[in-house]
């Protein structure tokens, strides 16, 4: 069954440190999105991405945070400066199409730890 | 601000119980409804999709009622397998495809 992959599983990173989660979703899907969970909280949209741009952000998605696809098959979330409420985990879902009844398939996610 | 709200639970429930979860969505644009499934520390997974008529997938029955923004999950003849967090999740096509998720209802099947 093909699936979305993120790497690392694990992160830690010091405060004010730059981390780049990284993300292969799969491979004929177009529309790709970053969530975060914050421990014990809900999970969280950040950002949808479609055709090289960004469609939407959430208000968490910052100047801190940037989204690139910076080839065919990787998708990435920058955090440039980490604070420690960054800590969360970090999912990455991608979709063939956009909307309707679709299935969002998540990666296993990636755990950030700002110290 | 659109919110999905649900009782965090826990629900403990033996095996073989009937057990409903309900959720409701401020959002009245929101145009798809999804129940997921997510297990401790992991990824959410798609249980089922949620139709306006009702649908049923073996166990699993879900209901939606637009008029009062309400959405359930039925599971009966619960199983030890089926303990996780069930997460109540709408989709609103004009804001990006964002999914946007309640809390979670935290359900754990005992022996």
């Known amino acids: 069954e093909p699936e979305v992959t993120q790497t690392p599983s694990h992160q830690v990173t010091q405060m004010g440190q730059e981390v780049i989660l990284r993300c292969v979703p799969i491979?004929?899907?177009?529309?790709f999105y970053w969530y975060r969970q914050i421990l014990g909280q809900k999970v969280e949209f950040l950002v949808s991405f479609y055709n090289n741009e960004i469609s939407e952000k959430s208000e968490i998605f910052d100047d801190q945070f940037s989204v690139e696809r910076p080839d065919g098959s990787n998708f990435t979330l920058k955090i440039r400066s980490t604070k420690l409420e960054d800590s969360a985990m970090y999912f990455c879902?991608?979709?063939?199409?956009?909307?309707?009844?679709?299935?969002?398939?998540f990666g296993q996610g990636t755990r950030l730890t700002v110290v | 601000r659109k919110e999905v709200e649900q009782d965090p639970g826990p629900f403990n429930v033996p095996e073989g119980a009937t057990v409903a979860f309900n959720c409701t969505y401020s959002n009245s644009a929101s145009q798809s409804f999804f129940w997921y499934r997510q297990d401790c520390r992991k990824e959410p997974k798609l249980l089922m999709s949620v139709y306006s008529s009702g649908n049923e997938d073996g166990r699993f029955t879900a209901q939606l009622n637009r008029a009062s923004q309400y959405i359930s999950l039925l599971i009966r003849d619960s199983k030890l397998s089926d303990s996780a967090t069930y997460l109540c999740v709408v989709n609103d096509r004009n804001a990006g495809n964002m999914l946007t998720f309640g809390g979670g209802t935290r359900l754990m099947v005992k022996p």
């Open positions: 879902a991608s979709t063939e199409v956009p909307g309707g009844n679709t299935e969002a398939f």
């Open positions: 491979s004929n899907h177009l529309y």
